[in-house]
C-alpha cells in the first residue's frame, strides 16, 4: 500500500476498561540483604511491570474481546506485565485530550488517538507527548512500518507517532437491497446516481450519513471529491497548489447538496450520530453508507456479514478509476510524563510484530488496516477486511480531514454538515474552509512538497 508523494510536513500548531488483574512483583534482593531493602526492591520492580493505555471507545462487545485477546497476547509475551486498557475521548478536536496532559495528572503511557499531522502537532509543539526517534533507531521501525506509513510519521525531523492504521473509506451497500431491486454495483458515477434515484422512486432511502458526527460527513465528501475532481487534483489542494474555491472542488460541494435536495441523502441523517446511522444500515432502512473499515466489526456483532458488501464509489470523470479515500486512521502517541516509558516500548514493538499482525487479522471480526511490515504477511481472515485492504494496495485517495489543519478542518466538517442540511451553499462553504486554510497557513501549518 502505497501514498506517493508524501515527502514532509511542516506543522505548528470515561470509562476506563480494567481487562487485566494484577499480577504477582518479581522477588527483589537475596535472601541474605538485609530486610529493609527488600520491599523498596520489589516494590520498583513491580512498579516498572505496569502499562496503563488509552484507547478510542469501543463500538460493540466485538471490538472489546478483540483488545482483550491483544492484550493477552501482550501479556503471555511479557510475563508479569500489568495492563490497564481505558476508553476515551481521543479526539484533538474536542480538547479534552490536551486538557487531559495538561492537568497534572499521571497520563497513561501510550495513547491511540485519531491520526493526522494537525491533530499531532497540537500535543508535540507544547510538549505533551514524547519525541520518538531513538525509539525508531534503536528498534529500527522504520523497516518494520510501510513505507507510506513512515513518511507520514516522519512529517518534521522529529517524530512524534508511530502509526497504528491506515483507512479505506468506501461505499457499503445492503445486498438485499440491491438484489430485491436488481441493481448491480455502480461502474460509473452516472450509474451511481441512477442507483440512487431507482432506490429513491422505489421508497428506499439511497445514502445516509450522520451530521451529529460530523467526520461521517466528511467521509462521504472525500469520496464525492475524489470522484468528480480525481485524486491529483485533491493531492494539489492539500498541498496548497489549489484552492477550496476552484471549480472541481465547488461542484463537488453542489454535488453533495443536490443529493440531500434530492432526497439521495436521507432527511434524517441531521438528526443522526454514528451508532444511529450504523443501526438504520444494518436494519436495512437505508441501501448505502459510507464508512472506513471500522464498521465490520458492528456487522459481525450484527451477524450480517453475508448481507453486506463494498465498494469504491465509481469516478464522475470519464474513463477514471477512483481509490478509496483515506490516509492514517490511529496513531501511537507517548505522554511525556508517562510514568512507564519502557513498557510503552515494548508495548509498541509488540504493535508492529508479526505477533500482533497474527492475532487482529486471524480474528474474522478485524475491522483496521494494520500499517506494519508484518501484516503483509498475514492473510486477514475477514472477507469485508481483505477487500478493503486489496482495494488500497497499490494506492488510496485522501481523506481531507487527516491532512488539513484545525482551524481548516473545524470549518470543513461545520460547511459540509451545513450542505447537507441546506443551511450553506456550496460557493460560500468553500470560501469559508478556504479562510480556515489561510488561518492555518499563517499560524504556520502547511503541507509542502
Not at 497520563?107 to 507544547?126: K, Q, T, Y
Request: hydrophobic share 40%; aromatic share 8%; net charge negative.
Amino acid at each position: 500500500m502505497l501514498i506517493s508523494n508524501l515527502k514532509k510536513f511542516v506543522a505548528t500548531a470515561s470509562v476506563s476498561l480494567l481487562l487485566v488483574a494484577g499480577c504477582s512483583s518479581p522477588t527483589g534482593s537475596s535472601s541474605n540483604a538485609p530486610a529493609e531493602n527488600k520491599e523498596p526492591a520489589a516494590a520498583a520492580a513491580a512498579d516498572n511491570k505496569q502499562l496503563s493505555l488509552l484507547i478510542p471507545n469501543f463500538y460493540n462487545d466485538t471490538e472489546k474481546h478483540q483488545w482483550e485477546s491483544v492484550v493477552n497476547k501482550f501479556k503471555e509475551l511479557n510475563p508479569g506485565v500489568e495492563v490497564t486498557l481505558s476508553n476515551g475521548d481521543v479526539n484533538t478536536e474536542s480538547g479534552k485530550l490536551t486538557t487531559t496532559l495538561q492537568s497534572g495528572v499521571t497520563p497513561p503511557d501510550a495513547i491511540l488517538m485519531n491520526a493526522g499531522p494537525g491533530r499531532v502537532s497540537i500535543l508535540s509543539d507544547v510538549g505533551l507527548i514524547k519525541p520518538l526517534d531513538d525509539w525508531y533507531a534503536k528498534n529500527s521501525w522504520k523497516d518494520k512500518l510501510q513505507p507510506f506509513a513512515y513518511q507520514m510519521a516522519a512529517v518534521n525531523d522529529t517524530i512524534y507517532e508511530l502509526p497504528h492504521t491506515v483507512d479505506a473509506i468506501e461505499v457499503y451497500y445492503n445486498k438485499d437491497i440491491f438484489e430485491k431491486y436488481a441493481i448491480p454495483v455502480p461502474q460509473t458515477g452516472d450509474e451511481f446516481v441512477a442507483t440512487m434515484k431507482k432506490l429513491k422512486d422505489n421508497g428506499v432511502t439511497p445514502l445516509n450519513t450522520a451530521a451529529r458526527t460530523s467526520f461521517t460527513v466528511g467521509g462521504l465528501f472525500s469520496n464525492i471529491m475524489e470522484s468528480v475532481a480525481g485524486r491529483d487534483a485533491v493531492e494539489a489542494l492539500l498541498y496548497g497548489e489549489k484552492q477550496w474555491t476552484d471549480p472541481e472542488f465547488v461542484k463537488a460541494g453542489e454535488m453533495l447538496a443536490d443529493w440531500a435536495k434530492q432526497g439521495y441523502i436521507g432527511k434524517e441523517s441531521m438528526s443522526l450520530n454514528l451508532a444511529d446511522l450504523q443501526l438504520s444500515f444494518l436494519d436495512k432502512k437505508v441501501a448505502m453508507m459510507i464508512s472506513p473499515t471500522h464498521l465490520i466489526s458492528t456487522i459481525v456483532d450484527k451477524q450480517e456479514e453475508d448481507s453486506v458488501g463494498a465498494f469504491t464509489m465509481p469516478s464522475f470523470i470519464g474513463g477514471e478509476k477512483t481509490d478509496p479515500t483515506g490516509g492514517l486512521g490511529y496513531t501511537w502517541v507517548v505522554p511525556s510524563k508517562a510514568a512507564h516509558p519502557e513498557q510503552a516500548e515494548n508495548w509498541l514493538n509488540f504493535i508492529v510484530s508479526e505477533d500482533y499482525a497474527n492475532v487482529v487479522l486471524s480474528d474474522p471480526s478485524y475491522n483496521l488496516i494494520p500499517t506494519s511490515q508484518a501484516a503483509l504477511n498475514v492473510k486477514p481472515a475477514g472477507a469485508l477486511l481483505t477487500s478493503a485492504i486489496q482495494s488500497i494496495e497499490a494506492r488510496s485517495g485522501y481523506n481531507p480531514s487527516v491532512f488539513i489543519g484545525s482551524e481548516a478542518k473545524e470549518a470543513y466538517y461545520q460547511n459540509l454538515v451545513g450542505l447537507v442540511g441546506g443551511l450553506v451553499k456550496p460557493q460560500e462553504a468553500m470560501g469559508r474552509i478556504a479562510e480556515g486554510v489561510k488561518k492555518d497557513q499563517e499560524a504556520g501549518y502547511q503541507l509542502t512538497r
